[in-house]
């Protein structure tokens, strides 16, 4: 390796080589068909081109102004941003509350929640859905089976679904279930590095608990809390299999989400181009949030 004239190092190869494979796979499996999914939203793709192999003529802004210009479209974002701003608030705080738990539990009882929540965490979507399913179930639902045994309240035959503001409330407790563990386990570890000596000190000084968790705990594990927040944002916004699962692959309108909707319109109603606009659109939210996570992580590595 030669010396810089200038007198500086040369920058070491290795870690480009040792990255190279794993940036070869991500233009392979996501750069192509993100390429021809953007082609296709510019395009007007029909059956006709699909099973004869033409090339679909090209549309322009058609499909984004059909979609911009379609209120129902502007009805599925709000909505998305509802349900994604529920689920990442639910699952944050959850989340903070259990890490503070394990904080203060035994190491023993500490171990068993750990092992809860990678369990929880390794289980398919698939079969949350269908536990969720069940307990929910209008004719053999436990869920309606115990609440119909408290005074006053018979929900017999009750179905969840019937209503879109329950059936996103169980929708969203598959969500929540789903991605608690994950934020749970990351704040423990992020308070597991806060030293004892900084809350005890604050104790003796005379502040209260929760003044010790305002002033001194959140700020210390704030940089990693936005970091997942970020993290739950961009992948509840883009939900797709809970919804599809929960509503037995024929969700109603009024259970359509960004994901949903996209692959409706593409693969059921066949505007194939229309669908590929949303999805578009949605990835360019999605990117919005990762310019946010990438941010954050700029931050903290700044901080450090």
Known sequence: MSADPAGRRPRPRLPYLLIAPALLALVVVLAYPLVDMVTLAFQDMTRKE??????????GLAQFRTILGDGFFWTVV?????????CVTLTMLLGLLIALLMRRTSPWVRAVLCGVLVAVW????????????W???????????LLTTLPGIDLARHNWFTDPWQGFAVITGVVV???????????????????PELEE???IDGARPSQVFRYVTFPSIKPLFVM????????DFGVFNQIWLMRGGQPEREYYLLGVYSFIESFAVNRYSTGAAIAL???ILLLAGAVVYLRQMLRLGEAE
């Open 50 to 59: 699909l099973f004869s192999g033409e090339s679909p003529p090209w549309a």
């Open 78 to 86: 709000a909505r998305t941003a509802l349900f994604t701003a529920v």
């Open 122 to 133: 390794a289980m398919p979507v698939m079969v949350a859905a269908a536990i969720f399913r």
């Open 135 to 145: 307990l929910f179930d209008a004719d053999y639902g436990l869920v309606n089976w």
């Open 177 to 195: 279930w789903g991605a608690l563990p994950f934020a749970a386990v990351s704040l423990h570890a992020a308070l597991a590095q806060i030293p």
């Open 201 to 203: 000190s604050a104790l």
């Open 228 to 235: 997942v927040t970020t993290l739950m944002a961009i992948w």
């Open 281 to 283: 659109v949605t990835v």
